[in-house]
């Protein structure tokens, strides 16, 4: 079993920035993929970013591409997500996922384990 435990969220005016934190435990080896996805009230969670644990290579969907950026260190077993030019739309609940796929995929149901979840909320 791997846990995922997320921290940073918070509120931000639009055109601000937060980082988000993801601490994985556990089976930390077993991880292929990191990911992050969001869930805004009365939308499906979607994809937000992926990172491969061990190569590093990053995934985003179009919608935070060139605003969000997200990282891993390996030694720390952590996973970051960068958000910059906060929009209003980017306000949701972000979850940190892990996959023990290698392949970085953004069905919800390609991800094993599951954070909790930290709220970002953006004002205009």
């Known amino acids: 079993q791997v846990q995922l435990v997320e921290s940073g969220g918070g509120m931000a005016q639009a055109g601000g920035s937060l980082r988000l934190s993801c601490a994985a435990s556990?089976?930390?080896?077993?991880?292929?993929?990191a990911g992050w996805f969001r869930q805004a009230p009365g939308k499906e969670r979607e994809f937000v970013a992926a990172i491969s644990w061990s190569a590093g290579i990053t995934s985003y969907s179009d919608s935070v591409k060139g605003r969000f950026t997200i990282s891993g260190d390996n030694d720390k077993n952590m996973v970051y997500l960068h958000l910059n030019s906060l929009k209003p739309e980017d306000t949701a609940v972000y979850y940190c996922?892990?996959?023990?796929?290698?392949?970085?995929?953004?069905?919800?149901?390609?991800?094993?384990?599951w954070g909790q979840g930290t709220q970002v909320t953006v004002s205009s």
């Open positions: 556990g089976r930390t080896f077993s991880i292929g993929v």
């Open positions: 996922a892990a996959s023990v796929g290698g392949l970085l995929m953004r069905p919800v149901n390609a991800y094993n384990y």
